[in-house]
Nanobody, 123 residues
Framework: QVQLVESGGGLVQAGGSLRLSCAAS????????MGWFRQAPRKEREFVGF????????DYADSVKGRFTISRDNAKNTLYLQMNSLKPEDTAVYSC????????????????WGQGTQVTVSS
C-alpha cells in the first residue's frame, strides 16, 4: 500500500508558476513509476506526465511539454510537478498516482492515487 497526498495547488494568473508536491508513505517510493494526471470540470481525466522508476524515463503530454517538469526526491518520498507559463486551460484538479509494476500514460496502469489538489489559472 502507498498513501499519496498532494499539495501546492491554488489560484494563479496566466503566465505564472506553481509547484505541486506529492508526499508518499508506505512502500519504498523509489520502486514506483509516478504519474501526474488532471481532471477539469465536465472532462475526463487527462494524462500530464510520468517519471519511471526504471531508467529515469520521463515523458509529458504534448499540451504541457516544455512548460511542466516532473522531479522526485526519493530521500523525501516526494514527487514534484513544476508548472510554468500556466494557461487558463491548465485549470483542473491535479492528482498524483503510483504504479508498482511500471506504468506510463494510462490511468489504469496506476494502483494508488492521491485526493488531488485544485489548480486554477485566471486569464
Amino acid at each position: 500500500q502507498v498513501q499519496l497526498v498532494e499539495s501546492g495547488g491554488g489560484l494563479v494568473q496566466a503566465g505564472g508558476s506553481l509547484r505541486l508536491s506529492c508526499a508518499a508513505s508506505g512502500r519504498p517510493f523509489s520502486r514506483y513509476t509516478m504519474g501526474w494526471f488532471r481532471q477539469a470540470p465536465r472532462k475526463e481525466r487527462e494524462f500530464v506526465g510520468f517519471d519511471s522508476s526504471i531508467g529515469g524515463v520521463t515523458d509529458y503530454a504534448d499540451s504541457v511539454k516544455g512548460r511542466f517538469t516532473i522531479s522526485r526526491d526519493n530521500a523525501k518520498n516526494t514527487l514534484y510537478l513544476q508548472m510554468n507559463s500556466l494557461k487558463p486551460e491548465d485549470t483542473a484538479v491535479y492528482s498524483c498516482a503510483a504504479a508498482p509494476l511500471g506504468g506510463s500514460y494510462h490511468s489504469y496502469e496506476y494502483d494508488y492515487w492521491g485526493q488531488g489538489t485544485q489548480v486554477t489559472v485566471s486569464s
